[in-house]
């Protein structure tokens, strides 16, 4: 029989709480990337306190969307999700892709617990969201939408979608993925209020609305860079630094 990891019910619960994220069909984490420009970007990985969110059903983005169709489903790729990767992928500023591989490892096995979020306008797709489940949280991953429904905040609307499958299973976190210092590409995930966002910084998960700003808590995990850059200069005996 082949082993390999799998990542899911108290599984996945841990290795998020610890920082890491799905990348691939692996856990892995990271606290910097390089973006379209190869500009190296420091990131903080957030997580939602979803007893502490508002109530997505109330939110304007939902009510504008009271017309769509919304479904639910078990991890699914069909030929209509295809069209709408790739009508979205071109749409882009910035070079995006929908690789399938992304979700299965070389023996053709999806390690998580993945759901589908499908939203229909009559019989049109027009938005597709993926995030795996654990046993008291969700990972938001890959969403889609057609660039010709802009106006329905359909990023936004995802995620409150996501906010209310976590409520109405009393999951209690809900992890989107990291934001970054030197950029406002990630800051949509700031999109609830303060106290329902904690950031991991210097190790810790801490209430976002403990911050001034983003850029305050920015300044605070930096922070901790440097100090161990003089750390490491104290224990080898060198102190030009200093």
């Given at each position: 029989?082949?082993?390999?990891?799998?990542?899911?019910?108290?599984?996945?619960?841990?290795?998020?709480?610890?920082?890491?994220?799905?990348?691939?069909?692996?856990?892995?984490?990271?606290?910097?990337?390089?973006?379209?420009?190869?500009?190296?970007?420091?990131?903080?990985?957030?997580?939602?306190?979803?007893?502490?969110?508002?109530?997505?059903?109330?939110?304007?983005?939902?009510?504008?969307?009271?017309?769509?169709?919304?479904?639910l489903s078990e991890f699914i790729i069909t030929d209509e999700i295809r069209e709408l990767a790739h009508k979205y992928c071109n749409s882009r500023d910035i070079?995006?892709?929908f690789d399938e591989k992304y979700f299965f490892n070389e023996h053709g096995i999806n390690p998580f617990d993945t759901k589908t979020i499908l939203i229909y306008d009559e019989n049109k797709l027009i938005a597709v969201g993926y995030f795996d489940e654990g046993l008291d949280c969700i990972m938001g991953l890959k969403n889609l939408f057609d660039p010709d429904y802009h106006k329905y905040s359909l990023g936004k609307l995802m995620m409150l979608i996501k906010m209310q499958y976590c409520i109405e299973r009393q999951i209690s976190y809900y992890y989107p993925g990291y934001i970054a210092c030197e950029s406002d590409i990630f800051d949509y995930k700031l999109?609830?209020?303060?106290?329902?966002?904690?950031?991991?910084?210097?190790?810790?998960?801490?209430?976002?609305?403990?911050?001034?700003?983003?850029?305050?808590?920015?300044?605070?995990?930096?922070?901790?860079?440097?100090?161990?850059?003089?750390?490491?200069?104290?224990?080898?005996?060198?102190t030009d630094s200093l």
């Open positions: 029989m082949v082993q390999f990891n799998t990542f899911k019910g108290s599984n996945l619960d841990k290795l998020l709480a610890e920082g890491k994220y799905r990348m691939g069909t692996e856990m892995l984490t990271c606290d910097y990337i390089i973006n379209e420009h190869y500009q190296l970007l420091n990131v903080i990985w957030a997580r939602y306190l979803v007893n502490n969110a508002f109530s997505p059903l109330n939110h304007k983005v939902f009510k504008k969307a009271k017309n769509f169709t919304i479904k070079e995006v892709n999109f609830f209020q303060a106290e329902s966002i904690e950031l991991k910084i210097n190790g810790y998960w801490i209430n976002f609305a403990h911050f001034e700003s983003k850029q305050h808590a920015c300044d605070t995990q930096v922070m901790k860079y440097e100090l161990k850059r003089r750390e490491d200069n104290l224990d080898e005996g060198n």
